[in-house]
């Protein structure tokens, strides 16, 4: 065989390095592999600062016959609505699933706003040209306060070298834990009842405040808060009132919010979901499929009994829930949601 060496082509070799000052650290499954990166390294340092620094817990000896908790790391990338890397997250969670019922947890229920308020609120403030504001609390779930008494490991990566044996005493809530968004979610709520807002009786996380002539709309997703009001005076009290009550940022006028990137001008907002579609797709393994004009059929329906039961119907599931929450900006595509969604119980 004639090779292009021994003709005397020979392409010049392109090496490339993975050490630039710029490289993104992955994604790692292990807190040891964690230590040893800078980047993770100091995130879970942060993590671990603000726990101490909230009081979450007081270390105590390990009660005979109790239920200790078990722990882990959880790492993410933070993104910009661009899809850049904003920051890198490490945050210490709560293996949920160790706790026991009746023991170290009760109730656990907590709602969360109904997309179809959100439109309604931000069409509301749109068309009163109202000022929108975004506001994260940093650390939500560890703001609320245990009724019940857990115990939990110390965090990995971070045992106090001189009481190794000793266990967590929660003070606070802890992501992971079976009643945190519970407890997060009715702290909350009794604070922002004392600022004079009322709960709306079609959604429990829509707050509204009437104050003479100042009205505005609260909106509570998990930790992420839409406000507005019809006078930048009110605005800006009610989010000072939140800044002493609780850590929290003001990120300013809206532009993006649970996975929603918000760009406003002279005639409105405009909605759109474009970083969470792709990422859908990518999910799904059809980033390079062509689009149609039509996404179902016009003919004939599926049968719940065609086809062969599918391996792995929790991925079904979760697409379906997917593009559930995509209809929030895609309304056009809410029928053939529907049809998918009529299979949950068994696809195939």
Not at 116 to 122: D, H, K, P, Y
Not at 220 to 243: E, P
Not at 262 to 268: D, I, L, P, Q
Request: some cysteine.
């Amino acid at each position: 065989m004639t090779t292009r060496a021994k003709r005397g082509f020979a392409q010049p070799r392109r090496l490339f390095t993975l050490t630039t000052s710029d490289a993104i650290s992955p994604l790692l499954a292990t807190y040891k592999s964690a230590l040893k990166d800078p980047h993770w390294h100091n995130a879970m340092l942060d993590e671990f600062h603000a726990l101490v620094k909230n009081k979450t817990w007081c270390l105590v000896p390990r009660p005979a016959g109790v239920n200790v908790v078990t722990g882990k790391w959880i790492f993410r990338h933070k993104l910009h609505p661009d899809g850049s890397l904003a920051r890198y997250k490490a945050r210490g969670v709560l293996r949920g699933f160790t706790q026991q019922e009746r023991v170290d947890y009760t109730k656990t229920f907590s709602p969360v706003v109904k997309p179809a308020t959100i439109r309604v609120v931000l069409s509301i403030a749109t068309a009163h040209a109202w000022p929108i504001h975004q506001l994260d609390v940093k650390n939500a779930f560890l703001h609320g306060d245990l009724r019940e008494i857990v115990y939990c490991a110390q965090p990995a990566g971070f045992v106090d070298p001189s009481h190794p044996n000793h266990v967590c005493l929660l003070q606070k809530s802890l992501y992971g834990l079976k009643q945190a968004p519970r407890t997060w979610f009715l702290w909350f709520k009794s604070f922002i009842l004392s600022l004079g807002f009322v709960s709306s009786r079609c959604d429990t996380s829509l707050f509204i405040l009437h104050r003479g002539s100042s009205t505005a709309y609260l909106l509570l997703y998990v930790d992420d808060i839409i406000l507005t009001a019809n006078n930048s005076s009110t605005l800006s009290s009610v989010i000072t009132s939140l800044k002493a009550e609780f850590a929290m940022s003001d990120l300013g006028d809206i532009h993006h919010f649970l996975g929603v990137n918000v760009t406003r001008n002279s005639s409105g907002l405009f909605l759109y979901q474009q970083q969470y579609l792709l990422e859908i797709l990518d999910r799904a393994n059809m980033l390079n499929c062509n689009p149609i004009s039509t996404p179902i059929d016009t003919k004939a329906k599926p049968s719940a009994f065609d086809g062969d039961p599918l391996s792995n119907p929790t991925h079904y599931r979760s697409l379906a829930g997917a593009l559930k929450y995509l209809t929030l900006t895609r309304p056009d595509i809410s029928y053939v949601v529907q049809q998918a969604c009529l299979f949950m119980h068994a696809p195939r």
